[in-house]
Each structure stands twice: as structure tokens, then as C-alpha cells.
């Protein structure tokens, strides 16, 4: 069953992997939080940068702390912030067009 009347957000997993002093990378995953789309609006967003399709499209996440742990708050200044991460903008990136796209590729 398919339900046409969808919530305005969905959650997405982000895993981000950053490289370290060691020559590897740190692992580290948190909850995104992205508006719904139509595709009108997906057709206008690819005609744009991955940093402005993220500033348009995320609304939100969850388990992103700093280095003292403590969870930061989704704010147009961290949304900023995080999206000026190479990494981060990557993995946001991903999970949101993985997202639209994860139906087909598991049919």
C-alpha cells in the first residue's frame, strides 16, 4: 500500500567519515532531518550547488554533538557550520539524494 498523504519531513541516517592523524578515518553517523520535495521542486534543486540544495532542503537533525558531546541544536548559524565540513556536506549530500533514490535501486 502506497500513501499519497506524506509527512512535510523524513529522517535519513548520515555517516560521515573524517580522516585522522593516523592515515585513517573516524567513523561517526547522526540523524538528518529533510523537508519533503515534489518533483518540481527536485528539479529546480539540481540546478543547484550541494551547499544550497542542503540550506534548502535540511530542517533538522539529531545525535550531531560537539567534542564535549553535548548535542547541538539545529540552527541556521550550525547548519552553516557543519555544511562547511567537506565530509559533512558529502554525507548529507548522499543521504538526501540516496533518499530519493533508494526505491529504484532496490527494485
Known amino acids: 500500500m502506497f500513501i499519497i498523504d506524506l509527512s512535510p519531513t523524513y529522517s535519513v541516517p548520515v555517516n ?36 544550497d540544495v542542503l540550506k534548502e532542503v535540511l530542517v533538522g537533525w539529531s545525535n550531531l554533538v560537539d567534542k564535549e558531546k553535548q548535542e547541538v541544536p539545529f540552527t541556521p548559524v550550525t547548519r552553516d557550520v557543519v555544511l562547511q565540513i567537506p565530509q559533512a556536506l558529502f554525507a548529507l549530500a548522499e543521504a538526501f539524494w540516496g533518499s530519493i533514490h533508494k526505491a529504484k535501486e532496490k527494485n
Open 16 to 51: 560521515v567519515e573524517t580522516p585522522n592523524e593516523k592515515g585513517t578515518f573516524d567513523k561517526s553517523k547522526f540523524t538528518a532531518n529533510f523537508k519533503r520535495c515534489d518533483i518540481d521542486q527536485l528539479d529546480e534543486l539540481r540546478k543547484l550547488s550541494q551547499r
